[in-house]
Each structure stands twice: as structure tokens, then as C-alpha cells.
């Protein structure tokens, strides 16, 4: 199939749109970040749906307490009682619209991302993954989606800076180091398990940027809280540590089973492709090593003495192999996982 | 376990040492099946595989594991000892899986024991203080405990559920839900040693073969799995001796790659007919479209298409007037366009008498050019399809060295024939196709012709499937362990007021998450208003 020049054209354009939209939309939310009231006092004014929703109570230091202070029938005196349902301050604070503005620029960032990827996909006339600048551009994708949609459940609009950093880095070097012009793939990569197993493999690894930033956010925190003499700025304008916490183990429990299936159907296409379904090739070690991690995380969130601190620890080594994954074993070892163009 | 059962009856004879050696054992049980150790395990699994990532393996590239061993000297040479080249076989890889599934195994039998007692358990009694539970509810209400408690029974349909009247009177509903979590987490485990055991019996049963065949349905393109020998590469699982091989053979009739302007290719196909099992003695040959990514499934083998190149065709014209043509494969050099290097070599004909034969056998070495260019006199290839094939030669007389007894790489001359001067050049030139080159002795060395070759892997591993099966399960229980929270809830009822005389009842509502608590709160939230709302419209019935 012929490639559509024009197509693949628009398709980089609005590539580069998004970086940039993704980049004014950090520096909105950095304002919000740096500006806006910490942590304690947003929360206390802004949370409410939020703490409905998830039971993170204001103030409250743990889940346990909020939960019954928040639901139970009887009334609490000694806490200013929080409405559910009434959200508003009708006077917004300066900040606090720099980053619903910031909000609002995410969100056209992601739809300009995505046109570029659908575009992609037209003009190569393929599933728009077949090199790694694709690859990369799909996992960036996700994990902003994945962002979006988290912010809609939690109070974390004004941490998204610190998601669309690696995002934004990741598009740059893809964008610019990486970019591989639009063609057709190899006959290895012609396959339905193309789109099946990568679509898998970018959805998972997407998906799983974000607890590595919150478990990252977690430990400053927790730093803080152990030494508050440690990241002074920065842990005073984080949420509590267990609703960071909360995050990064619901996004990898999502993530995880989509990273377990993408492997599965990888082995699956090895089957077909190379004549193994597992072979101990660089990039099938590495995916390997990133899976036995989380699955590590998912056991110290389970093991008295390994919660918290240890386990955020373990899930971003699991970020850290992820990305690993993604520019080492591609760029620099041999395997037979080749993409073409890099 | 079983450690613990074998040395229980030793232990009775002399109690104060068997009893300590029990008591170690015992212990070194609990601790390599705690929950912490697996932690610890699953980590160093996590860094164990990693080596095999950072440096070549013998297993999948021997000769650039070699060279770099050569490299790195005695760095390279300790590592090799400590199996860093092999670090899927190593010991201390395999020790390390090892003492994890045996983790598993311990740690997935009591609970499985433990899961089936509790399929038949009720849910546990209502606690004294609900108030205490994590998420927790009171509400008074104008209805009868009974009519209370039958509106909760109606709400809690679904959750496992008892009931129990306490001493002071009051009454209460324990419910329980979400008990497939474990299963999930169970069917999870066990999939995983599913998936280990089957992937060990492969090991043992599996074997993969590479030949390489002409795509020209000639002589040379027949393939039959009837013996090691017919391989030009072997790989054995630990019991395979090569009289196992499910018989069937294939027959390569042609091949065709499609490349874009830039010389990527889009396309490998070989046109292939086959024949196994009934076919065999009857001779009958079926067609098949061997494409990558659609291998031949026959009689429990695969053959897959892994890649493909040049076999220039040369004749060669003796002085009596006697041709010998000779077709073999030369190898890629540059796999981009397909720049191939080889040789191709003649026995002199008629020639009984060894000593004559060595000094007359000739080899033709080069490169072959399916697109050539040249630089000056120097051939290279610009494209991978056979466009403007050419051949750069150089014509060596002699002897070839292959009744020395040495094995020969088809795809070169022994060079130590030529350092020691029974190998001599006589010629070099580059050839278009139907050229030729007339010899010192008036031999004529002309290029034919192009064939292609195809390499073919076979692999058969009986095991694949149940590994599939596995991972299907591990797969399934995986999710279902993450989605599936497993909680309870608990609902006491008690007159208000003590006496009995107003009609209305406390309801109180106590729920608590046996996992993660994550999530949970919107759960209780709900089914708790709704129970209690419930209990206020009971008031009507
Ligand atoms: C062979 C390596 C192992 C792997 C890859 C592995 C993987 C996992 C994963 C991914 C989970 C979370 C999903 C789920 O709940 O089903 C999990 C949970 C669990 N695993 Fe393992 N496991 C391994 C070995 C073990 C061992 C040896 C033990 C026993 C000591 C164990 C005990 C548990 C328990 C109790 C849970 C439930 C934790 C919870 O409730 O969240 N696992 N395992």
C-alpha cells in the first residue's frame, strides 16, 4: 500500500502541535502548582467531590479515619462537615484558573496527539505503531488519557506538570531523534498480532507512567513527612501520601493485566513469527524483568513491613525497566525485536 | 511439606537431635514459603535476567559471544565461568526459580486447603463493636427488626449471608462477597506452575532444525525430517537423539520478495509443497503459501520461512570439451541489498586418482551482486532484488583441502590451502550474467545463471500448547483476582429503647474490605443507604 505523503504530513504537524500544547499546559499548571494554595488549604476548600467519591477525607491522615469521619451517619463536631455536591467557590482564585486553563490545554494536546496517531495509520495505511517513534507516540498517548481520565476521579490537576514531563520528553526524543518517516513494515511485523500485542504492550507501559510519577510523588512526600527539612517546596503542595499511594496501586492493577496479556499475545506472534514463543531475546527479557517487578509491587502491597515506602520504591524500578525497555533495548542491543527505520 | 513429612519419623527415635534438626527444617520451611521471601525471590529473579539483556548469549549468537570474551580478557573469561553467557541455564539462574515455585508450592498448598475450608465456612460472626469496622453506619428507624432484617436479606441477595440472634437480644446478618478473588488468585499461581512445568517438559521434548533448500523445485529443494544429518543445524531438547523426528518432507518450488523503492522489503513468500504421515507412501504432495508469519503446521512440526539469498550458477568447460555446473548458495553479506559472498567449487571429472584430483579442483570465490554497482572496478550491490546480477570472482586451482578431513565452511575456501601454495589464484574478474573467463589452461569458467535459496526452520515443541493453556488461566485468574474485592458487611438490628415498647429499631451497618481497602468506600456507601432506606420503607409492610 502506497503511502499518503500529505497525510503523513498533517499527521507530523499536529504531532509537534501537541508537544507544544502539552508544554504551555505545563506551564500553566506549573503556575498552579507553584501559586496556588498548598495541599492543606486546597484540599480543604476543593476536595469535596473528590472525597466523595474516594473517601479521601481533608486532613484526614489515612483512608481508615476519613472513611468513617466522612460516612458515618452520626455528626462529627470537632471537623468542619464537607457537602457533598457543592464544589464551587463562585470567586475562582487567580491560580486555580491557570490551571483549569491548563486542564482544558491537556485536553486539546491529547486530541491533537491522537489525530496525529489516526493520521499516521492512514497515510501508512497500517495500525500506527509498526517503528518506535509510532511506539512511543502511542505510549504517550495513553498515559495522558489515562491522566485525564484519573483526574476526573481524584484532586490531582495540579500534578499533571509532573506527568507530562516524561511525556513531553518522550515526545521530543521520539519526535526528533526517533522519527522515522511513514512506510509500511517488514514482512515480520505484517501481522494482526501487530496491532494486538503492541496496542497491548503501549496500553499497559502508557498506563503504567503514571504510578511510576505518583509513586515518585509518594516517596518526596513520605520524605517530607519522615524529615521536613526534605523536598520543603515540593511536599507541601502534594495530596496526602495515601491518596498518591491509592493512585499508583489502581493504575497498575489496570495496567498490569493489559501488560500481562501484551506479553501473552507477544509470545503468541513469536510463535508465529520466529518459530518460539519464547526465546530470551533482549526485549523479551526486559518486558519480562518490568512484569516479575510489578509483580513484586503487587506483592509487597500485600506484605506486612513492604507497604509504602518499599513498594513505591519497587514500582518505579518498574517504570525505570519499562523505559529501559523502550530506547536501550531498541537502540543499542541486536535482537530480533527490530523496528524498521531505527 | 515434604521436607517436613520425611523427617518426622527419625524424629521419633531421638527427639532432642532429630528435634532440632526438625525444628530447623521446619523453620527453613516457614521461612522459604513467607510471603516475604517470595518478595525477596521474585527480585532476584527480577535482577538474575537481567545480565542476559546486557550481554550476548551463547544461545542465541555463539560467535559474537566469543568474540566478546576475546575482548574483554579476563573480565570476559570470568564471566564466562560464572555462566553470564548462559544465563538462562546457569545454575544460579535456575536455583533461583527454583526455590521460588518451591515457594509457590508452599505457600499455594496450605492456602488452597485453607480456600476450601472456607468454601464451606460461614461468613464469621458479627463483631460486638461495629462502630469500630472501617466503614460503619447507624440510623434509627420506625420499623420491626423483622421487617429490617427480611429488607436486608432482600438487598443482600447475591452475598453469602448468616444470621445470629446475640445474647442481649439483638440480631444481625453477616454477608460475605467477593470469595472468587481468591479463587482468581489461586487459579493465578497455579497457572504460573502451569506454566513453568510445561516449559521444563519442552526443554526436554522440543527440538528446532535450520536447512537451507533452493526455491527452484530442482534437486536440491527438497527437505526430508528424517534424520539430524539432513539438517544444516540442530538444536536437541535434552532427550531428543534425532530418532524421534516426526517424519514429513517439503519441496521448494519458488520464492518471492517484494522490496519498496528504498529496498525495505514488504514481502517474503515461497511456494512450497509438502507431504506427512499417509501422504508419504503415496507420494502425494500438497501445496502450501509459506509466507513469515504463516508457518507449515504438519504432523506436530512447524516449518517456518526465516530468510532467504542468491545461488549463482556457474559451468565450468574443461579443455576436452567437458562441462561441470555447480548451483550453491552463498551467504548474505549485507542483508540490506543483499550483497552475498561465497564459493562454489568443482572436482576435476574423470579423475579417480586422488593425487591428480588435488591438483586440479577449482573453487570460485566472491561476492554476487543481485543490483550491481561498481566503484571503479569494485562491486557492490544497490538493490536487494535481482535486477543487474553480477559476480566479482577470484578463480583459485588446487586443492581445496576436503580430503583432509576437516569440515569445510560451504561458504568459503580453506585459507590454509592457500598459505601453504597448494590453493593459487588464477584468476579474478567481475562477470555479468552469461559472461566468462577463460583460464591459464584454457578452462572456461562462465556465470550461468541465478537460483534463490530459502533457509527453513523447523521447530517442534509438544508442549506449546499446555503453556498456552496455562497462560490462558493465569491470564483469567489474574484479572478476576484484581477486580473481585472481597468484603464484608454486617447488619445488627436492635429494638431502641430497650423495653421493646416504641417500634423502632437501631439499625446498624459495618462493613470492612479483607484486601486492599482501596475502593471499597463507594461500595459500602451505597449498599449501606440503600439498606437503611430499605429498613425505613419496612415500616410499611
Ligand atoms: C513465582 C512467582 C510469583 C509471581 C510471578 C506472583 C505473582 C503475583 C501477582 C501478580 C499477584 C497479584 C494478583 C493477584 O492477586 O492474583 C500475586 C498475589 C499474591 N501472591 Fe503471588 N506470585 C508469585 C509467587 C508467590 C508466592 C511464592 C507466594 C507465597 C508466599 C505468593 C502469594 C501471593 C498472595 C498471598 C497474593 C495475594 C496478594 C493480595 O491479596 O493482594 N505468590 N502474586
Redesign the interface.
Known amino acids: 500500500m502506497p503511502v499518503d505523503e500529505s497525510l503523513s504530513t498533517f499527521s507530523d504537524w499536529s504531532y509537534g502541535s501537541a508537544v507544544a500544547v502539552y508544554l504551555l499546559a505545563m506551564i500553566f499548571l506549573l503556575v498552579e502548582q507553584a501559586f496556588g494554595r498548598t495541599a492543606r488549604a486546597a484540599a480543604a476548600g476543593r476536595t469535596a467531590r473528590a472525597a466523595a467519591?474516594?473517601?479521601a477525607g481533608a486532613g484526614g491522615s489515612s483512608?481508615?479515619q476519613a472513611?468513617?469521619t466522612d460516612?458515618?451517619?452520626?455528626s462529627d463536631q470537632d471537623r468542619p462537615r464537607i457537602t457533598p455536591g457543592v464544589v464551587s467557590t463562585p470567586q475562582r482564585s487567580r491560580p486555580e484558573r491557570f490551571g483549569r486553563m491548563g486542564a482544558a490545554l491537556i485536553v486539546l494536546g491529547a486530541l491533537l496527539h491522537l489525530g496525529s496517531i489516526v493520521l499516521r495509520g492512514f497515510a501508512a495505511g497500517r495500525a500506527p505503531w509498526g517503528n518506535m517513534y509510532e511506539y512511543m507516540s502511542v505510549v504517550c498517548f495513553v498515559a495522558v488519557g489515562t491522566w485525564l481520565a484519573l483526574m476526573r476521579k481524584f484532586p490531582i490537576r495540579r500534578l499533571s506538570a509532573f506527568t507530562l514531563l516524561p511525556v513531553v520528553v518522550l515526545m521530543f526524543i521520539g519526535g526528533t531523534a526517533l522519527y522515522t518517516t511513514a512506510?509500511?513494515v517488514?514482512?515480520?511485523l505484517?501481522?494482526y498480532?501487530l496491532v494486538v500485542h503492541v496496542s497491548a504492550a503501549a496500553s499497559g507501559s502508557g498506563v503504567l507512567l503514571v504510578p511510576g510519577v505518583a509513586s515518585l510523588l509518594y516517596l518526596a512526600r513520605k520524605a517530607n513527612e519522615r524529615d521536613p527539612g526534605r523536598f520543603v517546596k515540593l511536599a507541601a503542595r502534594l495530596p496526602e501520601a495515601d491518596l498518591l499511594d491509592?493512585l499508583a496501586?489502581?493504575t497498575t492493577?489496570i495496567a498490569?493485566?493489559v501488560y500481562?496479556?501484551g506479553i501473552?499475545c507477544g509470545?503468541?506472534?513469536a510463535?508465529?513469527?520466529?518459530?518460539?514463543?519464547?526465546?530470551?531475546?533482549?526485549k523479551e527479557?526486559?518486558a519480562?524483568?518490568a512484569w516479575?517487578?510489578y509483580?513484586?509491587y503487587l506483592?509487597?502491597?500485600?506484605?506486612a513491613?513492604?507497604r509504602g515506602n518499599r513498594a513505591a520504591w519497587i514500582n518505579v524500578v518498574g517504570f525505570a525497566m519499562t523505559v529501559f525497555n523502550l530506547f536501550f533495548?531498541n537502540l543499542v542491543?541486536t535482537g530480533l525485536h527490530s523496528y524498521?527505520g531505527v | 511439606m515434604s521436607t517436613d513429612q520425611s523427617t518426622r519419623p527419625s524424629a521419633q527415635h531421638s527427639p532432642s537431635r532429630f528435634g532440632a534438626l526438625l525444628a530447623f527444617l521446619r523453620n527453613t520451611w516457614r521461612g522459604l514459603t513467607a510471603?516475604?521471601t517470595?518478595?525477596t525471590l521474585?527480585?532476584l529473579?527480577?535482577l538474575g535476567?537481567?545480565p542476559?539483556?546486557?550481554l550476548p548469549?551463547r544461545?542465541?549468537n555463539s560467535a559474537k559471544t566469543d568474540q566478546y570474551i576475546a575482548d574483554h580478557g579476563w573480565w570476559g573469561r570470568l564471566l564466562d565461568r560464572l555462566q553470564f553467557y548462559d544465563?538462562?541455564s546457569s545454575v544460579w539462574f535456575s536455583a533461583i526459580y527454583i526455590l521460588l515455585f518451591t515457594s509457590l508450592i508452599g505457600c499455594l498448598l496450605p492456602r488452597t486447603v485453607e480456600y476450601a475450608r472456607q468454601l464451606r465456612a460461614k461468613p464469621v460472626l458479627t463483631p460486638r463493636n461495629l462502630a469500630r469496622l472501617?466503614?460503619?453506619?447507624?440510623?434509627t428507624v420506625d420499623a420491626s427488626a423483622d421487617a429490617v432484617l427480611t429488607a436486608a436479606r432482600t438487598r443482600l441477595r447475591g452475598w453469602r449471608v448468616a444470621e445470629h440472634t446475640e445474647e442481649d437480644g439483638a440480631r444481625s446478618i453477616s454477608a460475605e462477597r467477593g470469595f472468587l478473588r481468591e479463587t482468581g488468585n489461586l487459579v493465578f499461581h497455579f497457572g504460573l506452575l502451569g506454566i513453568l512445568v510445561a516449559?521444563a517438559l519442552g526443554g526436554i521434548y522440543k527440538y528446532?532444525g535450520h536447512v537451507i533448500v533452493l526455491a527452484n523445485g530442482g534437486e536440491n529443494s527438497e527437505f526430508c525430517n528424517s534424520g539430524v544429518a539432513n539438517y544444516d543445524y540442530f538444536v536437541p531438547g535434552l532427550s531428543v537423539d534425532g530418532t524421534q523426528l516426526s517424519p514429513f518432507c517439503v519441496k521448494v518450488n519458488g520464492f518471492t520478495a517484494q522490496y519498496?523503492p528504498?529496498g525495505?522489503?514488504?514481502?517474503?513468500q515461497a511456494d512450497i509443497q509438502y507431504q506427512a504421515g499417509a501422504d508419504l507412501s503415496t507420494g502425494t504432495w500438497r501445496p502450501y503459501d509459506l509466507?513469515?508469519?504463516?508457518?507449515l503446521r504438519t504432523a506436530g512440526d512447524?516449518v517456518?520461512l526465516?530468510s532467504h539469498g542468491y545461488a549463482p550458477r556457474f559451468t565450468v568447460t574443461y579443455p576436452d570439451g567437458t562441462q561441470r555446473s555447480n548451483v550453491i548458495q552463498w551467504e548474505q553479506a549485507d542483508p540490506i541489498t543483499l550483497l552475498s559472498s561465497g564459493a562454489t567449487k568443482f572436482d576435476p571429472p574423470d579423475t579417480p586418482d586422488p593425487e591428480q584430483r588435488r591438483k586440479s579442483q577449482l573453487a570460485i570465490t566472491g561476492l554476487f551482486a543481485p543490483t550491481a554497482v561498481y566503484d571503479g572496478t569494485v562491486l557492490s550491490s544497490s538493490f536487494p532484488e535481482l535486477r543487474d546480477p553480477a559476480v566479482a570472482v577470484d578463480i583459485y586451482r588446487g586443492d581445496l583441502g576436503s580430503d583432509s578431513g576437516r569440515g569445510q565452511s560451504i561458504y568459503s575456501i580453506d585459507q590454509s590451502m592457500v598459505d601453504s601454495g597448494r590453493l593459487q589464484k588464477v584468476a579474478r574478474k567481475n562477470l555479468a550474467l552469461g559472461e566468462e573467463i577463460t583460464l591459464d589452461d584454457g578452462t572456461r569458467v562462465r556465470f550461468d545463471n541465478v537460483e534463490q535459496w530459502v533457509s527453513l526452520?523447523v521447530?517442534h515443541?509438544p508442549t506449546?500448547n499446555w503453556?498456552?493453556v496455562f497462560?490462558v488461566l493465569?491470564?483469567l485468574g489474574?484479572?478476576t483476582s484484581?477486580v473481585v474485592k472481597r468484603r464484608r458487611i454486617w447488619v445488627r438490628v436492635t429494638p431502641a429503647g430497650g423495653s421493646g415498647g416504641s417500634g423502632r429499631t437501631v439499625v446498624e451497618v459495618g462493613g470492612l474490605a479483607r484486601?486492599?481497602?482501596?475502593?471499597y468506600?463507594?461500595e459500602?456507601?451505597k449498599v449501606a443507604d440503600e439498606l437503611l432506606r430499605a429498613a425505613r420503607a419496612g415500616r410499611e409492610s
Request: hydrophobic share 45%; no cysteine; glycine share 6%.
Open positions: 467519591l474516594v473517601g483512608v481508615v472513611d468513617q460516612q458515618s451517619d452520626q512506510a509500511p517488514q514482512p515480520s505484517q501481522s498480532w491509592r496501586y489502581r492493577i498490569f493485566p500481562t496479556f501473552f509470545a503468541i506472534w510463535e508465529s513469527a520466529w518459530g518460539r514463543f519464547w526465546g530470551w531475546d533482549p527479557i526486559v519480562f524483568v516479575v517487578v509483580a513484586a506483592h509487597a502491597r500485600a506484605t513491613g513492604w533495548v542491543t524498521a | 510471603m516475604r517470595a518478595l521474585l527480585f529473579l527480577a535476567a537481567m542476559g539483556a546486557l548469549q544461545s542465541l544465563v538462562y472501617p466503614h460503619h453506619r447507624q440510623s516449559f528446532e519498496l528504498t525495505q522489503p514488504t514481502s517474503y509466507r513469515v508469519n504463516s508457518p512447524r517456518y526465516l526452520q521447530s515443541d506449546q503453556v498456552l497462560a493465569m491470564l489474574l484479572v484484581l484486601t486492599d481497602q482501596a475502593g468506600g463507594e459500602f456507601t
